[in-house]
């Protein structure tokens, strides 16, 4: 089994900087994705970032360079830093591991964007 834990969550300003994180722990090989979903109130669950073994991050249509994913691969853990927030930031954000066939998820962390 593996579990997710996420860091870093909270309350930022329009414009502001957040950064998470998410430490991978149990059973894990070396071929796998990691990175972030979000949902936001009324919302689908949308894809933020993620990034696997030895290739180029992907992204959201929504963030549009804003965002930056990077990942530690000695730690399980990977790192979300977002710039240049707004409002539809707004959501929980889920951090994943995808080993194929599983799929684990991250208890979720509330990010709010507002003044």
């Known amino acids: 089994q593996v579990q997710l834990v996420e860091s870093g969550g909270g309350l930022v300003q329009p414009g502001g900087s957040l950064r998470l994180s998410c430490a991978a722990s149990?059973?894990?090989?070396?071929?796998?994705?990691m990175g972030w979903y979000r949902q936001a109130p009324g919302n689908q669950r949308e894809l933020v970032a993620s990034?696997?073994?030895?290739?180029?991050?992907d992204y959201g249509a929504s963030i549009k360079g804003r965002f930056t994913i990077s990942r530690d691969n000695g730690k399980n853990m990977v790192s979300l830093q977002m710039n240049s927030m707004t409002p539809e930031d707004t959501a929980v954000y889920y951090c994943?591991?995808?080993?194929?066939?599983?799929?684990?998820w991250g208890q979720g962390t509330q990010v709010t964007v507002s003044s």
């Open positions: 149990g059973s894990i090989g070396s071929m796998y994705v």
């Open positions: 990034i696997g073994t030895g290739r180029n991050p």
């Open positions: 994943f591991l995808r080993e194929l066939p599983n799929l684990y």
